[in-house]
């Protein structure tokens, strides 16, 4: 039983060790030299896990969504665009976490990236992520 154990992940822990990140100071992160890449490689890492429904709602419920969504204000494209795509797999087909976005007005950053973002992979990946956040979401189609 305990060489099983030692074999298993504990997902949310993972989750919450990646997006330790997302929660730190900016000044901090550039003190301890991690770089923009590792920001990205942090969001490629959490992207994986959130393709399961459950480990996406679970985002919400670690603290972790809204320095999320923060991300969607990032002043580094890439790391703007990255945290559109997790969004995206995270509120795809996912009622619960729909409404957790919405609540959280991740919708209002996602617009604004869409809308006026010099970057065009900016604008396809908020594309991508507000029509996952409004298909099937009467609250989201309102806003939208």
Known sequence: MEAMQSQTVDVVQRMKVITLVM???KEVLESQ?????IE?????KLQEHVE??????????IGRLVPLL???RNLHANIRAKAAKVVSTIVQSNPKSQQLVMEANGLEPLLSNFASDPHVVVHTKALGAISSLIRHNKAGVAAF
């Not at 030299?33 to 890449?37: A, K, R, S």
């Not at 399961?52 to 419920?61: E, V």
């Open 23 to 25: 929660k730190t100071p």
């Open 33 to 37: 030299g991690v770089t923009q890449d």
């Open 40 to 44: 990205v490689f942090s969001l490629d």
């Open 52 to 61: 399961s429904i459950d480990m996406a709602n679970d985002l919400h419920s």
């Open 70 to 72: 923060d991300y969607l």
